[in-house]
């Protein structure tokens, strides 16, 4: 911070200093082609208010392709279509299954729809 | 046409969803410092041998005994699944009131011409589906009416959580169904003044001369006896108020006898209130400190003590409060007690545009704004108080609240998400 003096009034200065160059002459190439980075939270999450992030232990959804400490991303706004890998209730538990031919409605509760598993690779 | 739309059993309901075990089960919550039962579910409101919202030691054995599931009060949770139903709701109309965590009024004016029942079960279905939470809706031609409304679509089992009161005929009807205690904003004074003119239900109100009401119960009184009658004068506010105080007073887990952890307890107090002050952008002019011993004690000494400071310039600076609470809290502690709860309280709330500079104050050396903004930033980012003033030390947990049951933050921590045991 910088602190100015003018006569007997002391005032501090604290303008924002970021550290920009001085240099004039032709600015970046890229000026009128920036855009914003990935946001991968924007792109997995569609449904912010509907989507939440789920975290499984052990080994036995295997067949389904999800493995130990991966991560759902579970949509409940999405209507279930067949086949779908879903997060089902059944018998007071989560469960994985895809969505059979007509739904799930007497076997189990859809708790959401599963749009993405996150998985550690190293 | 007006919507008021509010969340069964709430914070229970929130619990439940990430737990199917409880699905259909008695559960409830208990407040800060797990001293009491605020807020049950329908299953355990059922178990009607059991006094529910009642102090925790009471009737502990009796929930165990019934299987009531306890959960202490994880706001951070209630507060985020709280702000996806109120998106969702924005959605259904430009104009969403918020009233509270678990409320709020929609404007569902011009749309008359649509079904609004079947209006009112698609904002029903699409929040249960959406974040699994059960609501009830009712609409109304006014506030008062739509928030009667919505008690009938929950005690009125034939109308599935949602209903319309869209004629002449229904608004009678309701007004003859309701005790006067049941309408929003007539309080237990004035219930005991009503009964004794002979006014038991709304219906009875509203017979009542304008003159008269407006006499004994001011112009709030009037304007609930409009209201009832469907006229609307209760403006619709989507900006919340900006508070005129703000405070936070909790019981230590434990008696306190020394200073220093008092003191540690009042800064994560300030350091609190001072957040919410920044969030509504204004500063605060007065802070009052008070201290107390446990008054239901029979065996300890009794003191209590608050005093008010005012800060030399209105701040919302987190480190300039603490150091004004501190002295405050030097001026009214006195040893020798077992101290039951420390609290502040800021006032003198003032937009922090309109924040006047003191002629005889050098400008503070708390005044950065940057730092304090980079604070708020990380806390966002990491957590409650992961950077945080010196002042509120490192034993927190020998003085907080005792959260024994606490859920998951589910929603806002990486490190809390709900966790499936993988299973065929």
Avoid at chain 2, 73 to 86: D, I, P
Avoid at chain 2, 182 to 194: C, S, T, Y
Wanted: with cysteine; hydrophobic share 40%.
């Amino acid at each position: 911070m910088e602190i100015q003096y003018s006569g007997k009034i002391k005032k501090v200065n604290d303008a924002h200093t970021a550290e920009v160059s001085k240099q004039t002459g032709f600015p970046s190439a890229a000026t009128h082609y920036m855009e914003a980075p990935i946001d991968l939270h924007k792109e997995l999450t569609i449904h912010q208010d509907a989507t939440f992030y789920i975290r499984v232990e052990g080994n036995e959804w295997k067949s389904y392709n999800i493995l130990h400490k991966d991560v759902l991303i579970v949509d409940r706004s999405l209507k279930p279509n067949f086949e779908d890998l879903a997060l089902v209730v059944q018998d007071a538990t989560f469960k994985v299954m895809r969505i059979p031919f007509g739904g799930c409605k007497d076997i189990c509760t859809l708790w959401g729809v599963i749009t993405y598993i996150i998985h550690y690779a190293r | 046409m007006i919507a008021m739309v509010d969340c069964n059993s709430f914070y229970a309901s929130c619990e439940q969803v990430f737990r199917p075990d409880l699905w259909g089960k008695p559960v409830v919550v208990l407040s800060n410092n797990d001293g009491c039962v605020i807020a049950a579910n329908a299953e355990a409101k059922r178990l009607a041998h059991i006094p529910m919202f009642e102090a925790v030691y009471k009737i502990k054995d009796a929930l165990i005994k019934n299987n009531v599931t306890f959960f202490s009060s994880n706001y951070t949770l209630y507060g985020e699944m709280s702000q996806r139903v109120m998106n969702i709701l924005g959605t259904f109309s430009p104009h969403v009131e918020v009233y509270s965590i678990d409320e709020a009024f929609v404007d569902v004016g011009g749309m008359e011409h649509l079904d609004l029942k079947a209006y009112g079960h698609n904002i029903k279905e699409r929040i249960y589906k959406e974040t699994g939470l059960p609501v009830g809706v009712g609409v109304a031609p006014t506030k008062v009416l739509a928030k009667l409304a919505n008690r009938m679509s929950k005690k009125i089992a034939s109308h599935h959580h949602v209903y319309i009161m869209d004629t002449e005929e229904k608004r009678l009807e309701a007004l003859a169904w309701a005790e006067i205690g049941d309408i929003w904003g007539i309080g237990r004074k004035h219930v005991m003044r009503l009964h004794q003119v002979g006014v038991f239900k709304a219906i009875d109100f509203v017979r009542l001369p304008l003159a008269w009401v407006r006499k004994e119960m001011t112009i709030v009184g009037e304007r609930l006896w409009k209201e009832l009658q469907g006229e609307s004068c209760l403006e619709f506010m989507t900006m919340p108020k900006p508070k005129k105080a703000i405070g936070t007073a909790k019981s230590f887990g434990q008696k306190l006898r020394d200073l220093g952890r008092i003191e540690e307890a009042c800064a994560y107090y300030i350091t609190e209130v001072a957040e919410v002050l920044r969030a509504q952008n204004s500063c605060a002019t007065y802070i009052q400190v008070f201290l107390h011993t446990n008054y239901h004690s029979k065996i300890d000494k009794q003191y209590s003590k608050g005093t008010t400071v005012t800060m030399p310039i209105p701040t919302n600076d987190t480190f300039a409060l603490i150091s004004e609470a501190r002295k405050a809290l030097h001026h009214i502690y006195k040893p020798g007690y077992r101290y039951k709860k420390v609290g502040v309280n800021l006032s003198g709330i003032i937009p922090q545009e309109y924040v006047q500079g003191n002629l005889f104050q050098q400008r503070s050396k708390f005044n950065d704004k940057r730092l304090i903004a980079t604070l708020d930033k990380l806390n966002m980012k990491f957590g409650k108080s992961t950077i945080a003033s010196a002042m509120i030390g490192t034993r927190v947990d020998e003085w907080e609240l005792i959260k024994r049951e606490r859920s998951p933050r589910y929603t806002t921590q990486w490190g809390e998400l709900l966790t499936v045991k993988a299973v065929h």
